[in-house]
């Protein structure tokens, strides 16, 4: 009997999939704990109602992430810090300056975790930062970090 199931079940299948189950498995465990329901035409008619707005959904948020990127590639970030005489700063320039800074700014959100950074700036100067906004997107953001 093909089923669609709800949920994530280990060693069967994930959420939405259609399986193939034995008719007592199906009506005896899956069927009773609502875990799956019989692929009919109504039901398989919603599944794919539900896919394509997860579809499109998808292909929404990744325009946003597109326009975002080529928004950021147009500013450069001013990061004012606190340097000796050598160019070292005292402390580093971290993600979370990066993304409160652009926030504040520009008021642009970005999560700090997106933020490519290796590690803490900690030098001044001007260096391209690459941020990753949705997968296979990534806006590149110049940020000059300057002596106060």
Sequence with gaps: MKVILKVDIKGVGKKDEIINASDGYARNFLFPKKLAV???SENMSKLK???D????K???EKEEAKKLADKLSGIQLKVPVKAGENGKIF???SAKEIADLLKQNYNIE???KK???KE???TLGLRTISIKLYDGVIGNLKVDVISK
């Design 38 to 40: 019989e692929a009919n």
């Design 49 to 51: 109602a539900q896919n």
């Design 53 to 56: 707005s997860k579809a499109y």
């Design 58 to 60: 998808k292909e929404q």
């Design 91 to 93: 402390g580093g320039v």
């Design 110 to 112: 970005v999560d700090k």
């Design 115 to 117: 933020i490519d950074l």
């Design 120 to 122: 803490t700036i900690k």
